[in-house]
């Protein structure tokens, strides 16, 4: 631990409301990561015993990440969470308490998608918009992960990646306006 590490040295913004969790635990891991903080939070730094000589020093950074926790929160859930002893402790209850799949945001996710349209923006702002929604939605639903030795290159991966690119590529044509039909005509002959 640095000696100029303090409560307020790790900020994550917006502050944590329930309904942005899964933007909140990225930018807080990130942060934890800048710190290599992260094994207090995922369980691979394991306390020490009393009599250990590394026990003040845990104790110490243990009190700061759980700080950094309590202020990047909103007020309500602090209050919710202000008696647990260790980070992991809290990391883990809010993760519980937040991080299900709202089947709610979901729908609500694939309705503004599915109508989001270009109308008076650039392509770019656009393609922006439409991008953070489909990260959104990814951060819900993401791919599946293989659980092979190796990485998977087996074609029903392959497939699931293509059809998820595929879906997006047509969503995003289908949004642009008018002025780019021929693009959209085009997108029937879309091939691997």
Same mark, same amino acid.
């Given at each position: 631990m640095h000696p100029s590490e303090g409560p307020n040295t790790v900020t994550v913004t917006p502050l944590l409301t329930g309904s942005n969790y899964l933007s909140w635990s990225r930018s807080m891991q990130q942060a934890l990561g800048t710190k290599n903080k992260l094994a207090f939070i995922d369980?691979?730094?394991?306390?020490p015993d009393n009599d250990n000589l590394n026990r003040v020093a845990w104790e110490r950074s243990n009190h700061l990440i759980y700080?950094?926790?309590?202020?990047?929160?909103?007020?309500?859930?602090?209050?919710?969470?202000?008696f647990h002893v260790r980070a992991i402790d809290v990391w883990e209850e809010l993760k519980d308490r937040f991080s299900k799949a709202d089947k709610i945001c979901v729908s609500m996710l694939c309705s503004a998608i599915n109508n989001l349209k270009q109308g008076s923006k650039f392509v770019l702002d656009y393609?922006?918009?439409r991008k953070t929604l489909w990260e959104e939605l990814n951060s819900h639903r993401p791919m599946p992960l293989s659980? =092979?030795?190796?990485?998977c290159r087996c074609?029903?991966? =392959?497939?699931?990646?293509?059809?998820?690119?595929e879906d997006q590529v047509i969503q995003f044509l289908t949004g642009l306006n008018d002025q780019f039909s021929s693009a959209i005509d085009g997108s029937s002959s879309f091939h691997k």
């Open positions: 369980g691979s730094t394991l306390v700080s950094w926790i309590l202020n990047s929160v909103s007020p309500q859930i602090a209050q919710t969470i202000i393609f922006t918009e659980t =092979c030795i190796h990485q074609e029903i991966m =392959c497939s699931s990646r293509y059809f998820r690119l």
